[in-house]
DNA sequence: TCCGTCCCGTTAATCGATTAACAAGACGGT
DNA sequence: ACCGTCTTGTTAATCGATTAACGGGACGGA
């Protein structure tokens, strides 16, 4: 027997294809005689309700949203903010019954003509949803693109101009960082930064237009903060893991000129740098001060200075924007704290070891 | 102007909806004028390529894999053994860009007639999707079932009839545990497990007919492991969740017959119940041992004894079971091993207080 | 008796795409 | 000149459901 279909079960049941669709969609709709009826025909082939694709089309409603990450997907589950984020957002979906549908997707490949991107993209263009949330991605992002070509309502968590968003300030943040690391002395700050690349990729000079936009922003930030005559280089080991942060902090501190401060654009990264500064015997705020961002729960036990941001909250609202009609704000603004801890001191150059 | 579907570029470009169809998944069976004057009009009207949902019910092929958990959705992103899990199994979809659905349900509801489950269910039956990873939860749940129903296949991480598995052997490994204890002169061990209640909910006396799967198996092989003359004793405080396990272990260490150790299902559990430990100036591994279960992240730190069981490597068999066609095993078990750390110690009654 | 309401089931159009089978023309070899 | 083979585009059936609109019968009130 084939698979059991709306139609089997109402050929055999002897009744329409609508009086089946109501007995499971508005049991109101029909006597109960009939639905029972149908109910039994039903369970007697195996019919479990109708067919999810079908349904999807029909109706053009998916019953999931999307989510897009800068961050490999199997890697987006060891990073704390992602997780952070994910856990609001799921609160949300729950309580509406909406699928979460992660999507997967490889920029590796650089080639960029219509059809690579499309290959590369697959599933962005494939996954059904009735709407995405695109974390730190900004709208020149390929796959932000492909959602809006959709026709997907999106948001996102970085300045969009079309779209809806939340976001946190985060060249304030990076304002407060770099004020916080004038205020001690620091006049030679190496920033490190997360890249689409594989960790343990050491880049010494970094593109600052290739640079996710939070990146940009807080660094644009740190730079105000700091004020005009700091000297700012900018390193990156890789995406956001702890193995990252140890290749940049290992770029930073090479060569004579080590700066007296290394401010990390995450914990994570931060607490890679940290890592690479024992080894290096230099004690964090005292030899080298190094802040965070995020303020994730690795941040308090490691005594490091950072930024907090509502993580959970932003998944919270994200969802909500998509899934709540009745709220209509089209950019939340999140605050921010500049969390002082024991990681950042009083600016010491480097004893010459000559 | 209406939403571009396949049908008004093809008339818009005076081909038919073949040749569209041909032009954005078969480049080959098209010459290159024509196919770029499809891509133009295309382009053109904003059509970014045939619509999700019309194609997976054509094709019968959703491009994505459900996962369903023991527990809440907003949760399970603090569960390290979720997220160790998960990221296993993101590998494998990854590779193969198929979707990741994190499928949300509420059991809430304990009133199980036929609609009443459908509802709850919702999200299960709604999910498009092509395959599905089931963790901890076996063939009798209720979500299991549905995608059985479904025709859906399914991989679950516990022991099956009909399905394919990957699993620990949960037994053995409580067994060595029992064992450990057993060898250290325990007689008198509370196991405290998680129920799918929230935390903080104290279950002094646990029904030892509600345990998840794995939970039933650790614990016969517990009592196995400790020999006939033991006393045990289950309790839960809730979900898996550092605050069941103090509620758990205050439930434990309540009352007279203080156990002389704590036999925990998690390494999360157990955290929580050290916590409580310190708070009644309890000694872990000296006055009361205790164990956990998975060797998380936390554990080592935290010099829990607890057995190991390679979290990611289930996530990716798992993945592979349903994308590899050319893996066709149908149960694969995992190997466990016990880590002895400090948390464990001879047995020592409690000192009367009298 | 007549008519307005309900109740409940049916009719039929539609959602947006895929793909086997076919056919027309081009091409090359003998 | 003839035929087999490619190449390239079309025809048309099909995937599985939803829902507005319709209509026949029962029922109640005047």
């Known amino acids: 027997m084939p698979r059991p279909t709306l139609r089997s079960v109402a050929n055999a049941a002897g009744v329409s294809t609508a009086a089946v669709s109501y007995a499971f969609n ?25 067919d999810a694709a079908g349904r999807s089309l029909r109706t053009g409603r998916a019953g999931a949203i999307g989510v897009i990450f800068t961050v490999g997907l199997s890697y987006a589950f060891s990073d704390p903010y992602v997780l952070a984020m994910l856990g609001g957002l799921a609160e ?8 979460l549908v992660l999507i997967p997707f490889d920029l590796g490949t650089a080639g960029l003509d219509d059809d690579a991107r499309r290959q590369s993209l697959d599933a962005v263009h494939r996954a ?37 968003c939340v976001v946190t300030d985060d060249r304030a943040a990076g304002r407060d960082i770099g004020a916080h690391l004038a205020g001690l002395g620091h006049t030679d700050v190496t920033v490190v930064v997360a890249s ?14 290739t640079l996710y936009p939070y990146s940009t922003l807080r660094l644009t930030g740190i730079r105000e903060g700091l004020g ?32 007296t401060a290394i401010a990390a654009d995450s914990d994570v990264l931060a607490s890679g740098v940290l890592d690479r500064l024992r080894a290096h015997r230099l004690r964090p705020g005292t030899d080298v001060s190094v802040t965070g961002f995020d303020d994730a729960p690795l941040a308090a036990p490691a005594g490091l200075t950072t930024v907090r941001q509502p993580m959970r909250d932003k998944g919270r609202l994200m969802g909500r924007m998509l899934l709540d009609p009745a709220y209509t704000e089209t950019r939340v603004v999140l605050p921010t704290e500049l969390i002082v801890r024991s990681t950042t001191g009083p600016a010491r150059l480097p004893e010459r070891t000559s």
């Open 196 to 209: 689409p690349a594989e960790p343990g990729v050491p880049v010494p000079d970094v593109d600052e237009g």
């Open 228 to 259: 005009g005559t700091a000297r700012i280089r900018v390193v990156s080991g890789g995406r956001n893991a702890p193995e990252s942060g140890r290749v940049a902090a290992d770029l930073a501190l090479a060569g004579p000129g080590r700066p």
């Open 92 to 99: 949300v979906t729950e309580r509406t019954r909406t699928g």
């Open 26 to 50: 508005r049991p109101d709709r029909l006597s109960a005689q009939v639905r029972t009826q149908i109910l039994a025909e039903a369970r007697r082939q195996g019919y479990s309700g109708p």
């Open 128 to 164: 059904v949803i009735d709407g995405a949330v695109a974390d730190g991605l900004g709208d020149g992002h390929p796959a932000v693109r492909v959602l809006a070509d959709r026709k997907i309502p999106i948001v996102q968590s970085a300045e969009t101009t079309a779209g809806r």
